[in-house]
């Protein structure tokens, strides 16, 4: 076998190497971008929840100011884009 030959098998056989790894880490992403998809589909589920139960029901809270004035739940989840897609 000659340098040529010996370079070329080397050479075929690190491709092979850097194609299983690539593929290996192409399929890990796929998972994980699977799992992340779930966990984004039950947090919005989580989220509108929450809306559901509180938004819209006149509750007052008290404020971040600790003055004892109340007001209404409402406005946080307004302040905090959460009712954006009402």
């Known amino acids: 076998m000659s340098l040529t030959d010996d370079a070329r098998e ?3 056989k690190l491709a092979e190497i850097s194609y299983r790894r690539v593929s290996d880490l192409l399929g ?3 998972d994980r971008i699977e ?3 779930a966990e ?3 947090l919005k589920a989580r989220h509108q ?3 559901d139960e509180l938004y819209g ?8 100011h600790l003055n004892g004035d109340t007001e209404p ?6 302040e905090n884009n959460w009712v954006e897609n009402l």
């Open 40 to 42: 984004v589909k039950t």
């Open 28 to 30: 890990r992403l796929v």
């Open 49 to 51: 929840s929450i809306l």
């Open 73 to 78: 739940l409402d406005s946080w989840f307004e």
């Open 35 to 37: 799992t992340l998809e």
């Open 10 to 12: 080397a050479g075929d």
């Open 57 to 64: 029901q006149d509750f007052e809270i008290l404020g971040w």
